[in-house]
Structure formats: C-alpha cells, structure tokens
Antibody
Framework: QVQLVQSGAEVKKPGASVKVSCEASGYTFTSYYLHWVRQAPGQGLEWMGI????????NYAQKFQGRVTMTSDTSTSTIYMELSSLRSEDTAVYYC?????????WGQGTLVTVSS | SYVLTQPPSVSVAPGKTARIPCGGNNIGSKSVHWYQQKPGQAPVVVIY???DRPSGIPERFSGSNSGNTATLTISRVEAGDEADYYCQVWDSSSDHRVFGGGTKLTVL
C-alpha cells in the first residue's frame, strides 16, 4: 500500500532553516507528483508547492518563493522540503502528499515549532 | 490568485443531510476535490473530480459542481462524520493548487 513517512518534529529558532523529509513506498516513486501542504495551529490547509520526483522540477506558491526549496532523491524515494528564514508564523504541521489529480495519500505530518 | 470560499461551520442533526458549499469564480469549469480531516489526523480525500468517491468512502458522501458553487453533500449524517472539510482545485492560470478555508461540521 502507498505510504509516505515523514521525519520527526523539529524545534528551530527564528532565522534558522528546517529540512523535512518524506519517504515514499508502495508505488513507483517517479510516476506521481508530490506536494507539500502546511497547517498552522487551529488554521486551515495551505498549499506550499509541488515537485516532480522524476527530474526535480518544482512550482512554489507565491508566498514561499525565495524561502522554500523542494528536492527529490530517486535513489531513496525521498523528497525534501527546506524552509529558510523561519519566523514564528511558520510554526505548523507540514504534510507531504501524493497527487493523482486529488491528493490521494498523505504523510503523517511533521510539527515544526519556531521559538526563541 | 484564485480564491475558494467556505462557511466556517455547518451544523446538522444525526440522520439529516449536510451540505457544505465551496464558492469560487466559475468553479464549475474546474475539478473540485474534497478532504475530510479529523483532529490530530492527516486529511483524507472523500470526493475527487467533483463527484467521484474513493473506495472505502461511504455512498453517503457525494459531490456536485456547477456555476460558482461546488457542494459536498453528506446524507444520513453520523456522529463519526464530525470533522473539518476542505475543498481544493487546481488553478490552471498559476499551475497552483488552492484550498478553501475549511468548514467545521458539527453533528448536534
């Protein structure tokens, strides 16, 4: 079955960077685009961007342009999301999700806390 | 950028029908996906491409999309349907995905 397993929770100071991983299994890694979606405490879902695991092309939401980098490692079927210049408003659960039109499989989420 | 508008909350009695709207400019020309999210859990798709239902999702869940409003309908609502529901589309002009703000469904 399709599984997306994300790295563990992180605590970062303002101004730092965080890198979250998402390891895929149960399907052909290069056949589906993968997304990153975040959810601040008590808030809704916010789309951050998409990566084509085959080739690594990306498309980021305007809000995160210049601060986010999404990468792919086909040798380990893993994608990464790095967010820089962290501020308190970036405290959120970060999800990876596979798309086949809809986002049909989601990781378990990674809590990133930004606090001094 | 494209905006999707959902009411913050909808309440319904058990056994009744809940309708959750998702408004957007000419949304009927786009494909709409719906997600259910329960507290502490990742979202789960309950309707895709306007009205298709993934395997494992009860037939009580249905979707429609026309004009400026897409609607998720949940028939014979059960206590276990209490959750947040999000609509989502692909905005072709930006090649970005967009989520609605979410609707909290309360079963009275």
């Amino acid at each position: 079955q399709v599984q997306l397993v994300q790295s563990g929770a992180e605590v970062k100071k303002p101004g730092a960077s965080v890198k979250v991983s998402c390891e895929a299994s149960g399907y052909t890694f290069t056949s589906y685009y993968l997304h990153w979606v975040r959810q601040a405490p008590g808030q809704g879902l916010e789309w951050m961007g998409i990566i084509n695991p085959s080739g690594g092309s990306t498309n980021y939401a305007q809000k995160f342009q210049g601060r986010v980098t999404m990468t792919s490692d086909t040798s380990t079927s893993t994608i990464y999301m790095e967010l820089s210049s962290l501020r308190s408003e970036d405290t959120a659960v970060y999800y990876c999700a596979r798309s086949s039109g809809a986002l049909d499989s989601w990781g378990q989420g990674t809590l990133v806390t930004v606090s001094s | 950028s494209y905006v999707l508008t959902q009411p913050p909350s909808v309440s319904v009695a058990p056994g009744k029908t809940a309708r959750i709207p998702c408004g957007g400019n000419n949304i009927g020309s786009k494909s709409v996906h719906w997600y259910q999210q329960k507290p502490g859990q990742a979202p789960v798709v309950v309707i895709y491409y306007d009205s298709d239902r993934p395997s494992g999702i009860p037939e009580r869940f249905s979707g429609s999309n026309s004009g400026n409003t897409a609607t998720l309908t949940i028939s014979r609502v059960e206590a276990g349907d209490e959750a947040d529901y999000y609509c989502q589309v692909w905005d072709s002009s930006s090649d970005h995905r967009v989520f609605g703000g979410g609707t909290k469904l309360t079963v009275l």
